[in-house]
C-alpha cells in the first residue's frame, strides 16, 4: 500500500543501487558521508514489528550484507546502523560508514557540525574525498553481494 504523503512512497529516496519485491538499496546522495547508504522496505510500514519474522530476516540479511561490503571495500573505523522514522514513517535503514576524522565523529551524522580548526576541516575533506573515489568500486561490490540468493 502507498501513502499520497510519503516520500518513499513516492520517489526510490536517492540513486537506486538495487531492489527486489521486498527491499531496495539506495545511495542517500550525501554531500559528507558519499558511502551513506539506505534500505528501505518497499512497502509502506512504520516499524519492524509490521514484518512477518519472515520479512524482519529478510531485510536484516540485506542491511547485514550492506555493512559487510562497507566494511571489506571502504574499510571504515566503525559503521554506523540506524533506523528511526520519525520524520518519514516508512520503514528504513541507515547504513553509514565512519572515521574517526569523518567530519562528526564520535557523533552521530545527524548532529549539528561541530566546530572545526583548518587542519581537522582538511582532514575531513581528505576522507570525505577518498571515499568519493571508492564508490565506483563499493557499488560494484555492493551489487555483486546483494545479487547472491537469501539465505533460507
Ligand atoms: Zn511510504
Partial sequence: MRQADCPLCLTPGGTLLWQNEQVRVIDANDLVYPGFTRVVWQEHVAEMTDLSLEQ????????LRVERVQ?????PDKINLAAF???VPHLHWHIIARWADDAHFPQPVWA???PATPQAG??????RA???RSMPDYH???????ERPLQR
Fill in 112 to 114: 549539528t557540525l561541530p
Fill in 56 to 63: 524482519q530476516r529478510a531485510l536484516m540479511e540485506i542491511v
Fill in 130 to 132: 577518498q571515499t568519493q
Fill in 85 to 87: 522514522g520519525n520524520q
Fill in 140 to 146: 560494484r561490490a555492493l551489487r555483486a553481494e546483494l
Fill in 122 to 127: 582538511a582532514a575531513h575533506e581528505a576522507r
Fill in 71 to 75: 566494511r571489506t571495500s571502504l574499510r
